[in-house]
């Protein structure tokens, strides 16, 4: 009797690191989902393919046009909307299913991920591997994936009346609100592995999400840019328009609109946040180095930094190539990468969550 008692606490261990092997490889899986849905939603918005689908049927829109009919049928609804009678005017039905097809692309991976996410939690939480406090964050993640999709059509209704595209505004709140679930999902992983270090000085942990945070607002500033094809224009670098500090940046009245609708003065902004987020990631390098020596906390610190600079890199060579669209879908996949470490990474300065069986003998 003894020797099973003393033999518990070690099986409750073994118990709990195995279902949160199960959870954190579900949330994996998400992951990639996620990855794959904004790498997408990347490829729409670069092929003006958002606005092919008119209508917004979450159960029905599920089954694409089957037959000449149906084809019909759509490209009629999308006839009826500015971007065809001002931009595509003419345009066959061949080149229509092409657009399509990325938009429709786009929604069903929206959907999948839904199920990928609630399903797998359904069973989980009926299973009780889901641990206690780790139920709010996951629903909370599932109620933003929700609000993700009404943002979605939000942003698409912007495009379908008096614009030929969708709001900037709109577009930019649409990718950070992916941006956010994808970093939510990764702390959640995150803190369910097993961490070889002990957590990381305070300064350290708030530096790594700093990191986080203006990881997110650069993502953000990207939605600008790509909702006005910022891009497409001051095609140089450093100089921008043959000047360090560009002229003209505050023209709009008031002067607040300028950096959320004139083309230069955003495109400006999202330099200087890539500026800023690599002296920020190349000191919290050096502070973590410097601090924590041969720690993994300072090798994460390490890898972050050359993740940023490489991102750095991509961003200059999409400039530079007048933004294709390979380079355009790599420097926007590779921003998910960059703030997917990072959120790892402040996780991992933090620790793991606690195991329940380590909570329940605390209680």
Do not use: C
């Amino acid at each position: 009797m003894a020797a099973i008692t003393d033999a518990a606490p070690f099986m409750a261990r073994d118990r709990d690191l195995h279902n949160r092997a199960l959870v954190r490889g579900w949330l994996y899986v998400v992951l990639l989902v996620l990855f794959a849905l904004v790498l997408v939603g990347g490829a729409t918005r670069l092929t003006d393919s958002g606005l092919s689908i008119t209508q917004w049927k979450p159960i029905h829109g599920v089954i694409p046009p089957l037959n000449d009919a149906e084809w019909q049928e759509e490209f009629q609804l999308y006839q009826q909307i500015p971007q065809y009678a001002e931009l595509n005017k003419g345009m066959s039905i061949e080149a229509f299913k092409s657009i399509f097809w990325w938009e429709w692309a786009h929604r069903i991976l929206a959907r999948s991920v839904g199920l990928v996410f609630a399903l797998p939690l359904l069973f989980f939480w009926a299973t009780r591997r889901v641990e206690r406090g780790l139920g709010p964050k996951l629903v909370g993640i599932l109620l933003l994936g929700g609000l993700q999709g009404a943002i979605g059509w939000w942003m698409v209704a912007s495009g379908l009346v008096d614009r030929v595209s969708v709001s900037q505004y709109r577009l930019a709140t649409h990718l950070t609100l992916a941006a956010l679930i994808f970093t939510a999902t990764m702390v959640v992983a995150r803190g369910l592995a097993p961490h070889s270090e002990p957590a990381a000085d305070r300064s350290t942990q708030r530096l790594a999400g700093v990191i986080v945070l203006l990881a997110l607002i650069q993502i953000y500033l990207g939605g600008l840019v790509a909702g006005l094809d910022a891009g497409l224009s001051y095609n140089t670098w450093p100089l921008m328009d043959g000047k360090v500090i560009p002229s003209d940046l505050l023209i709009l009245e008031p002067a607040w609109r300028n950096f959320f609708e004139s083309p230069k003065t955003v495109q400006f902004v999202h330099r200087l946040g890539a500026y800023t987020v690599f002296v920020v990631a190349l000191w919290h390098m050096i502070a973590t180095r410097r601090r924590q020596p041969g720690t993994t906390h300072a090798r994460r610190a390490t890898v972050l930094f050359l993740l940023v600079l490489v991102q750095a890199s991509i961003g200059i060579g999409t400039l530079l190539m007048h933004v294709p669209l390979h380079m355009a879908l790599t420097h926007q996949g590779f921003a998910l990468v960059v703030l997917g470490f990072a959120a790892a990474h402040w996780r991992g300065t933090k620790g793991a969550y606690p195991l329940p069986h380590e909570i329940a003998l605390r209680t």
